[in-house]
């Protein structure tokens, strides 16, 4: 059950894949022309926050989880392994039709965009992002559609949410074994909580995005952000993002895996 949504995700991109796989070196230049490495990078960022998942802060554990989490989301490691899931996965026409569009004036500035927004606080992100879209909503801004469709096309399937719940049962169960919180979880119990939520949590995830892509494409205009969005609506590109989606989600959940099993090294700084 637990990894049936990552492997699930996994079996409909090896279905989609044609015969025509793309190559090493091309992979590596897809990687870069798309930002999609420093997508895969931006991991370790997101690591800071596992402990939230525990109902604690990462600093309650000192300097042991610091060094932790660099011994298990080494940057040059995770984007090692995004080339081997891409080149497995990937076929040529694929890539050449993500890489032509990404490779583009707009498309390069849509990506130095996106990574900066990747090395900005979530927390902040979010703040300024919102006051972006209130401040759009009142002007009748066309942009918050363009927002809209965009998050939809770049996963149609909502297998995002699924993927991540599926990593936050499996490291909440975990920690609970290791004893870092003394609640013993009943898997069960925590699938029910979750799929309660569900629609509340899709509700919060769309806001979020639209917040994140008015924070993110602030210097673009109504016409190039239209553009952008009927290029993620396309069918190749879909198809694009559905690999890049697998292999972001398997590479984030193999870590929270690798870091879940020393967990109980794990105590609070005071204990230490």
Known sequence: MLKSVISFAFATV??????????????????????????IESIAVGAGGAPSMLGLEGNEFGKVWTELTEQTFVPADMVDQALDLLEERLDQDLLV???????????????HAENLSHLDDDDLKQIAGRQIVAGMVEA????????????????????????VQVIQ?????????????????????????????????????LESSIAGGAYTYQGFTADELEAYTLALEDERMQKVYQIMNAVHYQIMSDRMDALALHLDKLMPSEEL
């Open 169 to 205: 049962v499996r490291f909440l169960l975990a920690a609970s074994r290791a004893g870092v919180i003394r609640q013993d979880l009943d898997e069960e119990m925590l699938w029910a909580q979750i799929e309660e939520n569900e629609a509340s949590t899709r509700r919060a995830i």
């Open 97 to 111: 039709h993500a890489s032509d569009f990404y490779g583009s004036d707009l498309g390069q500035r849509l990506v």
């Open 140 to 163: 009748g801004d066309p942009k918050i559609e363009y927002f809209q469709r965009m998050h939809v096309a770049i996963d149609p399937e909502g297998l995002g949410l699924k993927a």
């Open 14 to 39: 090896v279905a989609a894949s044609s015969a025509l796989a793309a190559n090493r070196e091309d992979v590596k230049s897809f990687l870069e022309t798309t930002g999609f490495d420093v997508a």
